[in-house]
């Protein structure tokens, strides 16, 4: 079989990983050579992030918590201590725990600024991953304060055309995308994508994450066909780097459910949804957003099909979910209501579905224009609630 970069990048993480386990056997006492060294904050991190890299965040985090408080009990270095806390920052944002990760986040930044002079690289990564953390809170204002102070700290070392702004571009199109502006967040995948191939080719892990962010964006504007391609791609180069049932593979899924869903192949979405709601379950807890987010697809799925119960109850999961992990106030929750509403919508119960679709309205005008697709999505909503209401109506009073 020929070797692909993804292929080999797996091996040698899994090589790696070999090595630092048998380590990590010698240093704790468990092998009779002689001269045994004592397990370090250093050696617990290195095994943690191996174990991140694969996207095993159950088994990192103790290793993690543990490097930490070895680094707090020996009075390691503020720069040993900033990169145990960074370390948990990013676990938590992975593991949808968004204000543990915006507080470990946080305390590792201002000890970097602290040991670094301001402009440092260091610093502008850092700053990433809180710019992330902040934007999976749906604190779109305050994400792109931090990373815009990222870039400005990037670009006064680094050309714009550096593969090391690749990251950068990418989390800016993701956060513009967010907020609502496709055309210049493509511009920006596309600035990522020229990067990544002329760097480590056309099936690298990197382009598959673009691949999948833009068929989003595809998704949004109703170019099907397009977005298709590109998820096609993106599943094929994640499939031979993890296999097909990796847990990793729940954005692609969540995606291709949503593209499925919106194409009417109400079966194949649904197995898609099942599958990234079981795996999120299964390595994340049933409170991760990527549950929400599975649940709230096959509500819409349920919906369509008349299963109204089933429907209801994933539904209401999903806003559960998302209230108490990302507060009532997120525009995901909006989301989430506005899906609701809909579902009511579909079974004539107009008065609830009102008070929810001024609910999500209410919070996303909040937060956007009202040339966002979400705050257009409820403005649909409301648009065939009035004209259900109206029909209603003048039934009713053809038979008075």
């Not at 990013?90 to 968004?98: F, I, K, T, V």
């Not at 197995?271 to 709230?296: C, F, I, R, T």
């Not at 992990?325 to 107009?350: F, W």
Request: proline share 3%; net charge neutral.
């Amino acid at each position: 079989m020929k070797e692909t970069p993804a292929r080999n990048s797996a091996k040698t993480l899994l090589f790696i990983a070999a090595v630092l386990l048998f380590s990590a056997t010698e240093l704790s006492g468990k092998t009779n050579l002689p001269n045994r060294k004592p397990v370090t904050a250093t050696s617990l991190r290195a095994m943690a992030r191996i174990y991140m890299a694969g996207g095993h965040y159950d088994k990192a985090e103790p290793m993690a918590l543990q490097a930490l408080n070895m680094a707090r009990m020996t009075n390691a270095s503020d720069s040993d201590l900033s990169m145990c806390l960074l370390d948990l920052a990013y676990l938590y944002n992975s593991q949808g725990r968004l204000k543990e990760a915006q507080q470990m986040c946080e305390l590792g930044l201002k000890l970097q600024e602290k040991i670094y002079y301001s402009m440092h690289p260091y610093i502008a990564y850092t700053l990433r991953t809180l710019s992330d953390i902040y934007q999976g809170q749906g604190n779109y204002h305050q994400a792109k304060i931090v990373l815009d102070r990222a870039f400005t700290i990037m670009l006064d070392s680094h050309r714009p055309d550096d593969k090391a702004m690749t990251q950068f571009y990418m989390d800016r199109g993701k956060l513009l995308a967010a907020t609502g502006d496709f055309r210049q967040a493509d511009e920006y995948y596309q600035r990522a994508a020229s990067s990544v191939t002329e760097v480590y080719g056309n099936n690298h892990l990197y382009g598959a994450s673009l691949n999948v962010q833009r068929a989003l964006i595809f998704i949004s504007q109703r170019r099907y066909d397009r977005a298709e391609m590109l998820l096609n791609d993106a599943i094929q180069i994640q499939q031979k780097a993890y296999g097909s049932e990796h847990h990793l593979l729940i954005p692609t899924w969540l995606a291709m459910a949503k593209l499925n869903e919106a194409k009417l192949r109400y079966a194949q979405a649904e197995q898609l949804a099942l599958n990234a709601l079981e795996k999120a379950k299964d390595k994340s807890g049933p409170a991760h957003p990527h549950v929400a987010e599975a649940l709230s697809i096959l509500g819409t799925i349920y919906a369509a099909n008349g299963r109204f119960a089933q429907a209801q109850t994933a539904h209401e999961q999903a806003v559960q979910i998302l209230e108490n992990t990302l507060g009532p106030n997120s525009d995901k929750t909006a989301e989430a209501v506005n899906y609701m509403a809909r579902l009511y919508i579909e079974q004539g119960k107009y008065q609830q579905a009102q008070t929810l679709c001024d609910r999500a309205l209410n919070t996303l005008e909040n937060m956007f224009s009202r040339e966002h697709p979400k705050v257009k999505e409820v403005l649909e909503t409301i648009t065939e609630l009035q004209y259900r209401a109206q029909v209603v109506a003048q039934v009713v009073n053809l038979h008075n």
